[in-house]
């Protein structure tokens, strides 16, 4: 009887079901190479280095053994961004390790597909790097699964640096991709044409693209993308055709176009009138430059908004060809003639010029940052350069090194230049004129760096630093850094003493 009642029991009891979907938990936690990631991220302690950071992963590894359960947003958190695909890889069950490569045997079911799929989702970026080698044969094992793997990956960026991708290249397509960057570590990588041709299939809506170390062939394949808005081309290989040239500059909404200028002298310019290309180009950055090429380029923009200008001369060609000034004449006279009011920040390196040149950027009344290296040759106290410095009312940030300046220099930026935050210019503070009591408007400038001087005839034991000091301190009342090269220990009793005179004034104004 009491057996009957024993199994009736037993009977009775409701049976426990095991879920198969396994939690979100237990998926973050068996994959190894997800969790690494997450473990990148604890930096390391300064003081106790390697053994401390391993401590911390650690500690980490043991909260995520103990945590109950992982929330939906965190887990699309941590599938955000990845190196690779070897952590969407681990979801597969018969995915392993054989010999030195990993393998995908055997069949893989729905369900597992499911899972992969569901996490492949959940991927928005891909900052590439080269993960343990994987038998090829997965990679077409994916392309077969499905024909755009991840559906909503908005970024893929591939720094050569990291390894340029290999077979598995293809599966990053995605009809959501607005941003691509690829860099490969030797031109005898494969190139991108293909992959490219397959996003305009899928038709992906590329926004910026960036393109390193390929031929100049690579150019046809950009242009298949119009909704482009910022492009960036360097050391690519060979010529560039006239006709790929004239594709690239006709993008409709190309704000951006950053290029070292390789094969560009190639292009037969004069084939294409002056002000047709780039209509809607804002910023420009060119790093190089064959002789000759810049005045061309800029002849053929045909923007009239250009907010922004950078022309870094590599060092062949700067110290190769001592006489550039055609390059800075060109810039100058676009800039003056179709930019005045639009042109906001000039950066040139190495684009050398003289001060009877640098009066040719009279008209660009909008400037706020100006930076000039190893440019302008001469004295920035030449009247003509501080005729250009006074109609510069809503200038932020000037560096110039090279020039020279005096206090004259200064004085006439503080009283003209009212907007000036950031002062970054060779002074040297012999002679030093007599303290005058007449007000000026500056009161925004917070930055004042002083680069090396080459003046030879003055020694810092002639400079009277409590009137340089003084000086300082009317000229530049806000001022919070002082910094010099050459003298160091000079220029911090200067931004010493420039303090005391603050608090003075402090004192006096409280007590008013």
Not at 2 to 30: F, N
Not at 282 to 303: D, E, F, N, Y
Not at 464 to 493: C, M, T, Y
Request: net charge neutral; with cysteine.
């Amino acid at each position: 009887m009491a057996r009957t009642k024993q199994s009736k029991a037993k009977e009775s009891k409701p049976k426990q079901t095991v879920s198969l979907t396994p939690s979100a938990q237990d998926e973050c936690l068996r994959n190894s190479d997800l969790l690494d990631q997450i473990f990148r991220f604890v930096p390391p302690s300064s003081e106790s280095g390697e053994a401390d950071m391993n401590a911390a992963r650690k500690t980490l590894y043991s909260a995520a053994l103990i945590s109950r359960t992982l929330s939906y947003s965190a887990l699309k958190v941590l599938w955000h961004r990845l190196d690779n695909l070897l952590p969407l890889l681990r979801l597969l069950p018969t995915f392993k390790r054989s010999g030195s490569f990993y393998v995908l045997p055997g069949v893989v079911d729905d369900a597992a597909w499911e899972v992969f799929d569901r996490h492949a989702a959940y991927v928005r970026e891909i900052l590439y790097q080269r993960s343990a080698p994987v038998n090829p044969v997965v990679y077409v094992r994916l392309a077969m699964h499905k024909a755009v793997l991840l559906p909503n990956l908005s970024r893929f960026d591939c720094p050569g640096a990291n390894l340029s991708p290999g077979p598995d290249l293809v599966l990053f397509t995605s009809p959501l991709l607005v941003s691509l960057r690829l860099e490969a570590e030797t031109r005898s990588d494969t190139d991108p044409e293909t992959f490219l041709n397959m996003l305009s299939v899928v038709a992906a809506p590329l926004a910026h693209l960036t393109l390193a170390n390929y031929p100049n062939s690579v150019l046809s394949s950009c242009t298949l993308f119009q909704k482009l808005q910022s492009i960036n081309l360097t050391s690519l290989g060979g010529p560039v055709v006239t006709s790929a040239f004239h594709d690239l500059g006709s993008l409709p909404v190309l704000e951006s176009l950053t290029t070292d200028l390789e094969g560009w002298d190639k292009v037969n310019f004069e084939s294409i009138a002056p002000g047709t290309m780039f209509r809607a180009l804002k910023r420009l950055h060119i790093s190089g430059g064959a002789q000759g090429t810049i005045p061309l380029l800029l002849a053929r923009i045909g923007s009239n908004s250009v907010v922004s200008i950078s022309v870094f001369l590599s060092h062949y060609y700067r110290y190769g060809k001592p006489d550039n000034s055609e390059d800075f004449a060109a810039i100058a006279e676009s800039i003056s003639s179709r930019w005045p009011i639009t042109l906001a920040h000039l950066n040139l390196r190495g684009v050398r010029c003289a001060p009877e040149d640098f009066s040719a950027l009279q008209g660009a009344t909008k400037i706020q940052t100006l930076e000039l290296r190893q440019s302008l040759q001469g004295s920035l106290t030449d009247a003509r350069v501080l005729a250009i410095f006074r109609t510069w009312s809503e200038l932020t940030s000037l560096t110039i090194d090279g020039a020279e300046a005096d206090m004259e220099v200064l004085i006439c930026l503080a009283e003209h230049c009212t907007a000036l935050r950031a002062l970054h210019i060779a002074f040297f503070p012999d002679p030093l004129p007599e303290l005058s009591t007449t007000p000026v408007l500056v009161r925004a400038l917070t930055e004042l760096r002083f680069l090396p001087t080459t003046k030879r005839d003055y020694h810092w034991h002639q400079v009277d630093l409590h009137l340089l000091a003084r000086h300082l301190d009317r000229l530049f009342p806000q001022v919070v850094s002082i910094v010099g090269q050459g003298g160091s220990h000079k220029w911090n009793e200067v931004a010493k003493l420039v303090s005391m005179c603050q608090d003075v004034r402090r004192t006096a104004w409280d007590q008013k």
